[in-house]
């Protein structure tokens, strides 16, 4: 079954990065199916999603790589940021490891990606406020010092999610129709034809959502 999609949308390659076990597959699984992903394991390599949502009257298909945050994948998971538009970089705020490795994250994201990569920094887990060992206040100034937008989310309740991926769509629009960036500067593509969007499942115009 295919979704009806709109006679022209931006396409943006998005990528959502951080250590393992921050919950990230997760996020992707209650963006594209608005529910929570109750048997999730590690990735191995990275999973695939996609999904058009509407950002201001545009509409917009974000293409969406899921990478492992296991050491041993990071090799693989690099190759996939060439020609990345936006990030949604990934902690859990119960897992002080995981917000330190954040810098190490961030820097591969602005080595590899498009130039003008958009970056949204996501406190996961919020729902896990009693085990918090990162406090909202010490991630916004990370976020400051780093030019980040930030939102504390959780994947469980589905808190900020959609928000996530469409403030840091919106940015990349913003730079884009404000003559900051070129299309081709940020990694995004006007795409001009009708085509098909995927498989039909819990998504506005098309989406699919597989391993790999």
Known sequence: MLC?????????????????????????????????KDDSNHTIG?????????????????????TAGQER??????????????????????????????????????????????????GNKKDLDADREVTFLEASRFAQENELMFLETSALTGENVEEAFVQCARKILNKIESGKAAPAGTGALLVPKRQPGGNGRGCQGGCTHRKR
């Open 46 to 66: 990275v999973e695939f999603g996609s999904k058009i949502i509407n950002v201001g009257g545009k509409y917009v298909k974000l293409q969406i790589w899921d």
């Open 73 to 122: 994948f990071r090799s693989v998971t690099r190759s996939y940021y060439r020609g990345a538009a936006g990030a949604l970089l990934v902690y859990d705020i119960t897992s002080r490891e995981t917000y330190n490795a954040l810098t190490n994250w961030l820097t591969d994201a602005r080595m590899l990606a498009s130039q003008n990569i958009v970056i949204i920094l996501c």
């Open 4 to 36: 009806a999609t709109p006679p022209h949308y931006f396409l943006f390659k998005f990528l959502v990065i951080g250590n393992a076990g921050t919950g990230k597959s997760c996020l992707l699984h209650q963006f594209i199916e608005k529910k929570f």
